[in-house]
């Protein structure tokens, strides 16, 4: 079976889902990702990155309930599931490959 | 029925999702207590979508398992030109989501950060969402267009 790769930016969005576990969906996954990247997401962005996460199986999403706060739009919540996990695992494992024997940080 | 208070009706209007339209009964009181509402919240794990409470004491709760605003009503709060052309930038999938998080967004920027700044919030990822969409290409020829047939470059 083919190995999907995770982009930068997908892994990021796919850590921030799984951080977020039962409250993900694009508000906060935006604003989690803002805070920690240091930069802001568009929405655009953040939902397309989603898109091809559950296309490759990593993310599942079903819509929620309509708020007032929203005008009486649902709210499409996302999930990680094992393959992402997965994903994320080898990812981690993969950076961690790369940084062996070299220093922490920035070189002097 | 006035020609205005028909318009304002047709405005308050909700649908079902996947039944079509839907004209609440309260539509109506929703409607005569605008200017008199003073607070209005959401509880869906008590099946009451929304609640309203009017300065005269009154409460009104819409009981509706998931609604949203008609397509053609903009909402209030975001500029009504923009909001008329999101259906376009939209996938279908993900159009009531990603105008949900945008009402979302919009509203808590123009609480922290005022009108202003949650008005070009909202142009740019409009921008975001239109380049996302139909890829920069034609919004770039589109804009030389218009540029060309406006100063004639």
Not at chain 2, 67 to 81: Q, Y
Request: aromatic letters at 10%; a positive charge.
């Amino acid at each position: 079976m083919k190995r999907r790769s995770l982009g930068g930016f997908e892994q990021a969005v796919l850590l921030t889902t799984h951080r977020l576990g039962s409250e993900a969906y694009g508000v906060p996954i935006r604003r989690e990702l803002s805070k920690r990247l240091g930069r802001e997401a568009s929405i655009g962005a953040v939902y397309t990155a989603l898109e091809r996460l559950e296309a490759k199986g990593f993310v599942t999403s079903w819509l929620g309930g309509a708020t007032a706060q929203r005008g009486g739009r649902a709210k499409r919540f996302y999930r990680v599931e094992a393959p992402g996990l997965l994903a994320l695992d080898e990812a981690r494992m993969a950076t961690a490959n790369l940084w062996e024997g070299l220093p922490a940080g920035a070189p002097a | 029925m006035s020609k205005r208070q028909r318009k304002r009706k047709r405005r308050l209007n909700w649908r079902v999702e996947g039944d079509g339209p839907m004209d609440l009964e309260t539509s109506t009181e929703l409607l005569a207590s605008r200017r008199n509402l003073i607070a209005a919240q959401s509880n869906i794990d008590a099946g009451i979508d929304l609640t309203v409470l009017r300065a005269d004491g009154s409460v009104i709760a819409l009981q509706c398992k998931s609604w949203e605003p008609m397509d053609n009503v903009a909402d209030e709060a975001m500029p009504e030109f923009g909001c008329k052309l999101l259906p376009f930038l939209l996938p279908r999938k993900h159009r009531v989501a990603i105008a949900g998080d945008l009402a979302e967004e919009f509203k808590s920027y123009a609480a922290h950060w005022g009108r202003p700044y949650a008005v070009r919030f909202f142009w740019w990822e409009i921008f975001n969402l239109a380049i996302r969409r139909f890829s920069l290409l034609p919004i770039g020829a589109a804009v030389t267009a218009w540029l060309r047939r406006r100063f004639g470059w």
